[in-house]
């Protein structure tokens, strides 16, 4: 079992930024397929961002340009700077860590963006 921690949520103006950072508890991390996805309301659960064990990145469309995601193997944390921020992004984040097609969660953290 991989255990995985989220932080650095919070309440932002629109326009605003955030960054998330993400701990995992595997000492085999940088084999991991790490990623972020998000849940408001009502809705389905959404990948927003993953960045693989070689690097390869890939976005939500709707936050190309603005959300950058990161790793770092030798802290085994991931992160997300979140710049830019609208209302739509409002959603509970989760870190997620994916190897041998199983997934890990994290708890969540609320990210609200409202003036």
């Known amino acids: 079992q991989v255990q995985l921690v989220e932080s650095g949520g919070g309440l932002v103006q629109p326009g605003g930024s955030l960054r998330l950072s993400c701990t995992a508890s595997?000492?085999?991390?940088?084999?991991?397929?790490m990623g972020w996805y998000r849940q408001a309301p009502g809705k389905q659960r959404e990948l927003v961002a993953r960045?693989?064990?070689?690097?390869?990145?890939e976005y939500v469309d709707s936050v190309k340009g603005r959300f950058t995601i990161s790793r770092d193997n030798a802290k085994k944390m991931v992160y997300l700077q979140m710049n830019s921020l609208k209302p739509e992004d409002t959603a509970v984040y989760y870190c997620?860590?994916?190897?041998?097609?199983?997934?890990?969660w994290g708890q969540g953290t609320q990210v609200t963006v409202s003036s």
């Open positions: 595997t000492s085999i991390f940088s084999i991991y397929t």
């Open positions: 997620n860590a994916e190897v041998h097609w199983r997934q890990y």
């Open positions: 960045i693989t064990s070689s690097s390869i990145i």
